[in-house]
Structures are given as structure tokens and as C-alpha cells.
């Protein structure tokens, strides 16, 4: 058969992190691609909390296109204060942190803002959600719920946790292959200003997490989403997570209690706590805790079929948070992708099979071994053992600091 010299026509399914970042880089190699999105719009649903963007900002930067705004005025969430990304820990008496400094460089992103600037200029196609993948040959054929259908040569599943593309290449339902963190998680918000808005950056200027007393086992993690626009209050979120090994059965408790069961549940597993840790707590109303508990599920996937259709970032490699990494790692994939991809000299599949294999082995590899290590600190015990890893660094020692808005607005 006659080997096609055009370029390959790339499907991309999800554009999250890891899809745009991929629609990025390939736009830039003047790569034809299509990318398809379940969500109604930008907006349509909320995205998750901030994020830390660390290891791979240079390579991120050098491998999109020139015409895209500075990426830390356009992302940042501690905008408009003059503050470094920091994440910091409380436990046993200790306080170690991470920050971001010129030679390890952090941003802590909003999400929503995050998605925004990966999204200019990409075309992205909103409320289409794959029902279908046919395989006809050298091409491949997505339907839609929507009844339309998209043809092309690869297909990228970049579709996260949950993932559509991993359930039809590996035949398996994520169901059966995601394992839940056996944390009890539950989660709130709450606006603060003035001299609690101040506490709070002082303990941490993006983040934190303290630990219960010794014989507990359980963290508070508490961050900064966003800051107003006047730089006067931000909005804060937090989540406790307590060890708990029957989180995912049918009738744990928490699937059934009411908010104001869940804000006394937190408020009495945090009294303990120093004051200015559970003052977050305090502050958040009843109904602005989240009415369910979130359950984290991880996976190690050893092994994918070698072909036409890969996957990157969660759909490949579903982490828990804990290590604060999981999105660092879509964004390795999609970079490393996309120069797989440009490296195509045709369409023939010996080819695509040759330079997706060593993608793949690669990435899965990188993957399992942060799923693993993402895993393994989940719970207080874990993290108070001294192998904490945050933002990619090993968290130091750092002193007490205290932060005025006046100085962070000058
Ligand atoms: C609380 C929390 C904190 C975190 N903190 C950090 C951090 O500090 N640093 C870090 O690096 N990582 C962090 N992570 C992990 C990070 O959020 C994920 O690893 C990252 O978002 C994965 O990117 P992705 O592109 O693979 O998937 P996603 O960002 O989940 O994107 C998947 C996209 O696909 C779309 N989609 C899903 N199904 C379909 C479908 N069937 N059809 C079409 N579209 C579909 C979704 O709507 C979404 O837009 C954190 C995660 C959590 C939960």
C-alpha cells in the first residue's frame, strides 16, 4: 500500500490541561488537529481548584506559540498582590515550606485563568462528548452524542480521571480499574479579608496543609483560590482528609449526612488545631460546605496497546493530589507528545507505532511511579515520616512570617 506523505490529522478528546497544551505545541508545528470538549463552554462547570505549575514552565513556554500573553500575569492566583507561590506544612511543631524562587520557578494558576490563556486562539469544539471510536484501516472515526462524526489519523485521548479513549483501548471500565485514596475528604469554601485574609497569607502565601495532634490521623489542606480584584479578600477552600479505609462503601456514613453533619464533623475533627488553622473552618457558613465528600481514585496502568490511539495526563496516569504534580505530568506528556508527533515524516502506522511505543513507555513509567508516590502521601502518618515532596522539591525549613496586604499591594 502507498504511504501517504501528508501530515497526520491529530483527534484530540478533552481540552483541559493536557489536550490544550497538546493543541498548543501541535499549532505551532503547523499540525493539523481538531479538539473536542464535553463541556458546554468555557465556564460551564467548575474546573477545580488552583494549581501548581513548576519543573516544566521553560519547556512549556519555548514550545507554544509566540502569540500567546506572559503566562504569570495572565494565570497567577495571588494577582494582584506582589507574592511568591509558596505551599507550606504544619505538623508535629514543624513548619517547612516550598517557594517559588528564580531558579525553581512556581506559579500557582487558577484553573479557570489557566484554561483561558491555554485556549487562545485554539478552536476548541464545545458539548461534544464521544460515544463511539471506529477504527476503519489507517482511519480513525469519532461519533458523537450529538450525532456527529470527526475523522482523522491519530486519536489523543486527553480526557482525564474518567477517561472515554482509556476505556475503548484497554476494554476495561474505569470502574474496575480505579482504586479509591481511603481518605474521608470533605471540602468547603469561604471568602476572608482584612486580618483573617492577612493570617492566612502569613501562614502561606498560595497553600498549606497542618496536621492533627500525633495521635490523630488527619490533615487540613487550606488554599487561596483567587484573589478580589482590589487585592483586599480572597477566596479560600479547603478539605480535611482523614484516613478512612470504608470511604468508598455504599453507606458510609457521609453519603447520607446533611451539610450541617459534615461542617460538625470537621469542626470537631479540628479542634485541636491552633485557632488561626481551623479559623478557615470557622468562617465557612454551612451551605458553603460541598454537600458530598470527594472520593480521589488513582490507577497504575503498566501497559497500552501500541497504535493509532494513546492517552496523556490523567487518562494515562489518574493521581491523587498529594504531591501536588498530576497536572505537571499532563503537561510532560502532551510536550513530549506533540514532538512524537512531529517527528512523523508520513501517516504509515509502522511509523506512528514506532515513535508512539517509545512515547508510551516512557510515560507510563514516569506516570506509575508518581501515582505511587502521590499515593503513598495521603495520610498524616505518611507525611510526617519526612518524604514529603511538594511542587516537585523537598520542603525546608523556613521562619515565621507575617504578611500586610499594604506591603503586598505597594
Ligand atoms: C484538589 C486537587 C489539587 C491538585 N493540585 C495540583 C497541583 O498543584 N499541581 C499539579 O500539577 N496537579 C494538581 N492536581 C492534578 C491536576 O488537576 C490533574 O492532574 C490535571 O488536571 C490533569 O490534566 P488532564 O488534561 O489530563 O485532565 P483534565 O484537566 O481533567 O482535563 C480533562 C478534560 O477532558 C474533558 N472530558 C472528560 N471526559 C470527556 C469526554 N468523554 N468527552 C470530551 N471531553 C471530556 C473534561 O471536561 C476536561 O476538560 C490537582 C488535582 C486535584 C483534584
Not at 484573589?227 to 483586599?232: F, L, N, Q
Request: aromatic share 8%; net charge negative; with cysteine.
Amino acid at each position: 500500500m502507498a504511504i501517504k506523505t501528508i501530515k497526520p490529522r491529530i483527534l484530540i478528546v478533552g481540552a483541559g490541561l493536557g489536550g490544550l497544551t497538546l493543541a498548543q505545541s501541535l499549532r505551532k508545528q503547523g499540525i493539523p488537529f481538531e479538539i473536542f470538549e464535553r463541556d458546554t463552554d468555557a465556564h460551564s462547570r467548575f474546573l477545580g481548584w488552583a494549581l501548581g505549575v513548576h519543573t516544566i514552565l521553560d519547556d512549556l513556554v519555548s514550545s507554544i506559540p509566540d502569540d500567546l500573553p506572559p503566562i504569570k500575569e495572565s494565570i497567577t492566583h495571588l494577582s494582584p498582590l506582589k507574592l511568591e507561590a509558596q505551599i507550606a506544612f504544619y505538623f508535629h511543631g514543624k513548619h517547612i515550606a516550598v517557594q517559588s524562587t528564580p531558579e525553581q520557578p512556581v506559579i500557582r494558576a487558577n484553573r479557570p485563568r489557566f484554561r483561558d490563556w491555554l485556549s487562545t486562539h485554539i478552536p476548541i469544539q464545545w458539548g461534544k462528548r464521544p460515544t463511539r471510536v471506529e477504527q476503519v484501516q489507517d482511519e480513525i472515526r469519532l461519533h458523537f452524542e450529538d450525532g456527529t462524526t470527526a475523522t482523522g489519523d491519530i486519536l489523543v485521548g486527553a480526557d482525564g480521571v474518567n477517561s472515554f479513549v482509556r476505556e475503548h483501548l484497554l476494554g476495561v471500565p474505569n470502574k474496575e480499574l480505579l482504586r479509591p485514596i481511603p481518605n474521608c475528604m470533605i471540602s468547603g469554601e469561604t471568602t476572608l479579608s482584612g486580618e483573617a485574609f492577612e493570617r492566612q497569607l502569613s501562614i502561606a502565601h498560595s497553600c498549606y496543609v497542618a496536621g492533627g495532634p500525633a495521635s490523630s490521623n488527619y490533615f487540613l489542606f487550606v488554599g487561596l483560590n483567587r484573589v478580589s480584584p482590589d487585592g483586599k479578600s480572597g477566596r479560600y477552600y479547603w478539605f480535611t482528609a482523614d484516613k478512612d479505609p470504608s470511604i468508598a462503601n455504599e453507606d458510609h456514613w457521609s453519603k447520607s449526612a446533611s451539610q450541617a453533619e459534615l461542617y460538625d464533623h470537621v469542626v470537631n475533627l479540628t479542634s485541636t488545631l491552633e485557632p488561626r488553622f481551623s479559623e478557615v473552618i470557622r468562617s465557612t457558613s454551612v451551605s458553603e460546605v460541598k454537600a458530598k465528600p470527594f472520593i480521589i481514585r488513582d490507577a497504575e496502568i503498566e501497559h497500552l496497546p501500541v497504535g493509532r490511539i494513546t492517552l496523556l495526563g490523567d487518562a494515562a496516569h489518574p493521581m491523587s493530589p498529594f504531591r501536588g504534580e498530576g497536572g505537571v505530568h499532563a503537561l510532560r506528556d502532551a510536550l513530549n507528545l506533540s514532538k512524537a508527533i512531529g517527528q512523523l515524516k508520513s501517516n504509515d502506522t509502522k511509523e506512528i507505532e514506532s515513535l508512539f511505543g517509545s512515547y508510551q513507555k516512557e510515560m507510563l513509567e514516569r506516570g506509575a511511579r508518581a501515582v505511587r508516590a502521590s499515593r503513598s502521601q495521603h495520610s498524616l502518618e505518611t507525611i510526617a515520616d519526612g518524604q514529603i515532596v511538594a511542587w516537585g522539591q523537598t520542603p525546608v525549613e523556613v521562619p515565621d512570617e507575617t504578611i500586610t496586604i499594604e506591603a503586598c499591594l505597594a
